[in-house]
Structure formats: structure tokens, C-alpha cells
């Protein structure tokens, strides 16, 4: 599966935006872009998939670019319980039940 | 979404003994579960792949006579940690795919003394 590389930590205020950068250079074309997110000590939690196209449900929304090298998760009104690691993982679809998870994203939002 | 339950949230045990950890789907079935340890300030890393009605799938470096993973149903997968020692202390976290996606337990913490 390809590689993905994430900034080690970022902040964010409450109620705004925040806008979580992805890049996986070495995707190929048959492999998904996938975000988790770990809030501390417990298990991770989907948020959202896509292949090539942007992609919005009720918790986020997946911003992929053409040449889908890279990606954004946006978070459209952070809250203080956005506070978490988020991971973005790149695989197939017919093994992206077996993720291999790289460090993630430490985000923290501050009131 | 799809529920993972883990049992129990968290264990201590003496070293030397044996602690078993269930990871039961709750509204779906699953013919594959994924084992991850986690240790402290660190990502999740995958230890096995369980297989209802057969062997588990092991990853490099992680001893199989040591995590023993049993599969027996299509809602439930065991991890018993046998002989366990101080260093095996960490966060185990298991997995269930359901649509495309993986859906975690909450995962059980383990401290060995």
C-alpha cells in the first residue's frame, strides 16, 4: 500500500475550520484515501473515504486533489472534542479493513 | 455505524500469567478481525489477522505461541496474551470490517506486574 505523510501537529481554534493535509504521491488507481481519528485512549473512529472525488458526510469532508497525490480532511466547526490524532491511510478497497497506520496528525483545538 | 465491543477495558495482571481479551461485532458478522498493540506516545501497530474457522495470520516479528488468537465464531475473536511479561504491557485494539470500513473496539489496556 502506498505511503502517506502527515504534519506531526497542528492547532486550531474552536469553531473554526480545520484543515487536516494529506500527501500519498505513490497512490495508485485503484487505492482509496481513508481518515481515522484516535481521541485519547480509546479505539479509532471513521470519519470518511473517498477515491477521486470530494467526499462529505455529517462529521467531515474530503478534499482530493486531480492528480490525487494529496488530500485535505476538512473539520468545518472544530470543537473542543475534535481534539484527537488523525490518521490518513491509503489501500484497496478490498483491504482497507487492514490498515497500517503511519504517526497521524496530533490536532488540538483550543477554546 | 457498525459496533466493535472489547472486553475487559483494562486488566492488571502478575507476570507469568495468562490474560484473555474478547472482541465481539455486535450488529454484524465478521469472517475477519485485525489485532493492534499500542504503546504509549506511539501509532497502532498490526499484530495478527484472525480468520473465523482457521489459523490466524500473523505479522513479522510478533510470536504466535505467545498472542493466541482463536476465531470460533462470526461475532467473536479471542487474544489471550499467555505468560505475559511487564514489556507485553500496552493498549490492545481490535477490528471489524463492515462495508469497506474498519470499526475498532475500544480497545483494553494492559498492564502486567
Known amino acids: 500500500d502506498a505511503k502517506t505523510t502527515q504534519p506531526t501537529s497542528m492547532d486550531c481554534a474552536e469553531g473554526r475550520a480545520a484543515n487536516l493535509p494529506c500527501n500519498h504521491s505513490t497512490i495508485s488507481g485503484n487505492e482509496y484515501v481513508y481518515w481515522y481519528r484516535q481521541i485519547h485512549s480509546q479505539g479509532p473512529q471513521y470519519i470518511i473515504h473517498g477515491l477521486k472525488n470530494n467526499e462529505t458526510n455529517e462529521m467531515a469532508s474530503l478534499i482530493i486533489t486531480e492528480d490525487r497525490k494529496s488530500s485535505t480532511l476538512i473539520l468545518p466547526h472544530a470543537t473542543l472534542r475534535d481534539t484527537a490524532v488523525y490518521y490518513c491511510i491509503v489501500g484497496k478497497i478490498q483491504g482497507a479493513q487492514k490498515l497500517v497506520f503511519g504517526q497521524g496528525t496530533r490536532l488540538t483545538i483550543n477554546p | 455505524g457498525a459496533v466493535v465491543s472489547q472486553h475487559p477495558s483494562w486488566v492488571i495482571c502478575k507476570s507469568g500469567t495468562s490474560v484473555k481479551i474478547e472482541c465481539r461485532s455486535l450488529?454484524?458478522?465478521?469472517?475477519?478481525m485485525f489485532w493492534y498493540r499500542q504503546f504509549p506516545k506511539q501509532s497502532l501497530m498490526l499484530m495478527a489477522t484472525s480468520n473465523e474457522g482457521s489459523k490466524a495470520t500473523y505479522e513479522q516479528g510478533v510470536e504466535k505461541d505467545k498472542f493466541l488468537i482463536n476465531h470460533a465464531s462470526l461475532t467473536l475473536s479471542t487474544l489471550t496474551v499467555t505468560s505475559a511479561h511487564p514489556e507485553d504491557s500496552s493498549f490492545y485494539i481490535c477490528?471489524?470490517?463492515?462495508?469497506?470500513?474498519?470499526?475498532f473496539g475500544q480497545g483494553t489496556r494492559l498492564t502486567v506486574v
Open positions: 450488529d454484524f458478522q465478521a469472517t475477519t
Open positions: 477490528s471489524a470490517p463492515e462495508t469497506a470500513k474498519a470499526f
